[in-house]
């Protein structure tokens, strides 16, 4: 297993983990549009994660061309996905706010992980 599949896993682990914490905190605070929002940002946001693991660990070091159209298709999918969650937040009116944190956790998250991964090894 190399050092990305290891960083991945601990992401995937600690995204479950805010992911069951904020499902146990919408139920706690039942009248927030706040956290419901929060839940399904998280949510998207773990799935475009997961693409784009998925679409870096299928490019080619030798083959430019494949990585960058895989890394195109990816990030086309990931909008979409990114964009359709802020039209139904928008639809239900839940705070938008919410949803932006969400969204935007796990690629905090990994790269806080990244980050220290790289100072434990000593690289920066």
């Known amino acids: 297993m190399n050092d990305s599949e290891k960083l991945m896993n601990k992401g995937r682990r600690a995204s479950a983990a805010i992911i069951g914490l904020a499902a146990i905190s919408m139920l706690m605070a039942s009248k927030s ?23 870096v660990g299928k490019t ?38 919410g949803y932006v944190v969400g969204l935007m956790t796990p690629q905090l998250l990994i790269t806080l992980l990244w980050g220290l991964q790289d100072f434990r090894k000593g690289k920066g």
Request: hydrophobic share 50%; net charge positive; no cysteine.
């Open 33 to 55: 549009l706040f956290l419901p929002a929060m839940l399904f940002g998280l949510s998207i946001g773990y799935l475009n994660l997961e693409i784009l693991y998925r679409r």
């Open 60 to 97: 080619d070091p030798q083959n430019p061309r494949t990585a960058l159209r895989l890394m195109r298709t990816g990030s086309g999918l990931r909008f979409s996905a990114a964009l359709f969650g802020a039209v139904l937040v928008v639809r239900f009116h839940y705070n938008i706010a």
